[in-house]
């Protein structure tokens, strides 16, 4: 399986994006995907992840109520609707994969995801 993040750009503050991470090769039905993002001279941190099978998602909280990752069965792709950007969520957004079905705790941790795509730089002007 391999996964293509796109969709980061510029953006002002308080504008949206949409960003998408296709899987080829294989499906992830089985499994979870996830988003994280690093900016520049942090840590690599999670973002927001779902379960591909069940609903579960998980949300880090910077980002509850501003974002939604949902999941596209037919396109066998994983949406973040990013919604009322700030700043201080510029980054490369980076998403992960994994076949095998994790509890929803595990969702936020970068070791349950085996696959990762490259990133898509996201830039929030303020």
């Known amino acids: 399986v391999q996964l293509q993040a796109y969709g980061g750009g510029l953006v002002q503050a308080g504008g949206s994006l949409r960003l998408s991470c296709a899987a080829s090769?294989?499906?992830?039905?089985?499994?979870?995907v996830g988003w994280f993002r690093q900016a520049p001279g942090k840590e690599r941190e999670f973002v927001a992840a779902?379960?591909?099978?069940?609903?579960?998602?998980s949300y880090a909280d910077s980002v509850k109520g501003r974002f939604t990752i949902s999941r596209d069965s037919a396109e066998n792709t994983v949406y973040l609707q990013m919604n009322s950007l700030k700043p201080d969520d510029t980054a490369v957004y980076y998403c992960?994969?994994?076949?095998?079905?994790?509890?929803?705790?595990?969702?936020?941790?970068?070791?349950?995801?085996?696959?990762w795509g490259q990133g898509t730089q996201v830039t929030v002007s303020s």
């Open positions: 992960a994969g994994t076949s095998q079905r994790p509890i929803i705790s595990a969702l936020a941790l970068a070791t349950t995801y085996k696959i």
């Open positions: 090769g294989r499906t992830l039905s089985t499994g979870a």
């Open positions: 779902i379960r591909w099978r069940d609903p579960g998602t």
